[in-house]
Each structure stands twice: as C-alpha cells, then as structure tokens.
Nanobody, 118 residues
C-alpha cells in the first residue's frame, strides 16, 4: 500500500556529508511515521531517525547533532541529512513507513549504501 524508494548513498570520507532521500507514494494517509534505518555488516537493523505526521523527530543517540531528518510534503519525500560522518555510520540505509498500529507499511528494499572511509 505504500511504496518507498531510497537514494543518495555513496562513498564519503570521514567528516563529510550526504543527503539521503526517501520518495513515498501509495496510500500515504495511512502513514504515522517515516523512519530511516540502517544495517551495518554483521549488525542488526536499527532505527536511525524518524519523523511523525505531526512533525516530531527522534534520533538514535549516536547521530544526534549530526543527522537531521526532514520532509518535503509537496514532493512526498523525506530526507536524512548526514553531516560529520564517521566510519561507524557505514551501513545500508533504508527508509520505511509505519502505520498507526506500528507495523511497517513498506517492503524492505535494497536500500542505499553509505560508506564512510577513514
């Protein structure tokens, strides 16, 4: 019911910046929040940041002050601005939507790879 396509990953040196984009479509009225998730090698997927329909934002402690989640409602797009990148940020980044019942509304895709070199 909800389609999401993430993009914007790449290779960047430590201290650099990237902006990820998550384009959404489908039955977007069912979305309570959109989040950015990441999965590093040999690690479990974790929530990095999310933004609710009401505009509330949450961040995992490790990215606070460095990452900013935002949205452009006209473009149905959510962004993740990542500054001061660290090698520890290296991961495949995914976006997904959660419904009001907390369930994921999108299908986990291939994500976009962020590689931060030291």
């Amino acid at each position: 019911q909800v389609q999401l396509v993430e993009s914007g990953g790449g290779l960047v040196q430590a201290g650099g910046s990237l902006r990820l984009s998550c384009a959404t479509s489908g039955i977007t009225r069912s979305i309570k929040a959109i989040g950015w998730y990441r999965q590093a090698a040999e690690k479990e997927r974790e929530l990095v940041a999310d933004i609710t329909r009401g505009g509330s934002r949450n961040y995992v402690d490790s990215v606070k002050g460095r990452f900013t989640i935002s949205r452009d409602n006209a473009k149905n797009t959510v962004y993740l601005q990542m500054n001061s990148l660290k090698p520890e940020d290296t991961a495949v980044y995914y976006c997904n939507a959660r419904g009001y019942d907390g369930r994921y509304l999108g299908v986990w895709g291939q994500g976009t790879l962020v590689t931060v070199s030291s």
